[in-house]
């Protein structure tokens, strides 16, 4: 059972432009959560896909965008980069759960090891 | 909305002293998830428990514990005997949803313990 992986490890980019950052949910889940993470600071929910819809957002402008693959491999686009979009930004899959109410069920998510972003 | 307060931003410690890490939250659902992460240095979000609000049991593993109590909305994390393995940031989190999809993190604690 392979765990969550993202690429690349580490980007450079220059304030404009846009950036794609990716993530593979671990083997059989079909749910992932962005976050952003800037230095010193705690995770923050950018927003979460389950079967390629959105299922979640946190309090993020629309240039920053998302898509889940059939595969559940997910990709996170960034749009019109600003220098305060420098962070780790961390993936972690879970698996939705298809029956359960709230209260007993919860879906254990795992993260990946992060995306660190540059933007000069 | 859901608030997590981590008041202590940096902690230090001599190797095999005890230490503990706070945490304060704020929901008004009456059901609720818990959680404490450890991040080392290389990155990578390292979960250590969950707790959901319906079993304020405290719960130990090792040299770890944790003291969860609802009457004063914390969730405190306890390690005995620190050692240098244990420096990293570690974070509290709180999700008001089964499914994360709303997850909020403290600012985190860094704790260094030195040998």
């Known amino acids: 059972e392979t765990g969550v992986t993202q690429s690349p490890t580490h980007l450079i980019k220059t304030r404009g432009q846009q950036v794609t950052l990716r993530c593979s949910s671990q083997?059989?889940?079909?749910?992932v959560s962005w976050y952003q993470q800037a230095l010193g600071q705690g995770p923050q929910f950018i927003f979460q896909?389950?079967?390629?819809?959105?299922?979640g957002r946190g309090n993020f402008p629309p240039r920053f965008s998302g898509l889940q693959f059939p595969n559940y491999s997910s990709e996170l686009n960034v749009n019109a980069l600003e220098l305060d979009d420098s962070a780790l930004y961390l993936c972690?899959?879970?698996?939705?759960?298809?029956?359960?109410?709230?209260?007993?069920?919860?879906?254990?998510?795992?993260f990946g090891p992060g995306t660190r972003l540059t933007v000069l | 909305a859901q608030k997590v307060t981590q008041a202590q931003t940096e902690i230090s410690v001599v190797e095999k002293e005890d230490v503990t890490l706070d945490c304060v939250y704020e929901t008004r659902d009456t059901t609720y998830y818990l959680f404490w992460y450890k991040q080392p240095p290389s990155g990578e979000l390292v979960f250590l428990i969950r707790r959901n609000s319906f079993d304020e049991q405290n719960e130990i593993s090792g040299r770890y514990s944790w003291n969860f109590q609802k009457s004063t909305s914390s969730f405190n994390f306890t390690i005995t005997a620190s050692q240098v393995v244990d420096s990293a940031v570690y974070f509290c989190?709180?999700?008001?949803?089964?499914?994360?999809?709303?997850?909020?993190f403290g600012a985190g604690t860094r704790l260094t313990v030195k040998p």
């Open positions: 989190a709180l999700s008001e949803t089964y499914n994360n999809n709303d997850m909020r």
């Open positions: 083997s059989g889940h079909n749910t």
């Open positions: 972690a899959s879970s698996l939705e759960s298809t029956s359960g109410s709230k209260g007993w069920m919860y879906n254990e998510q795992f």
């Open positions: 896909y389950y079967r390629e819809e959105e299922n």
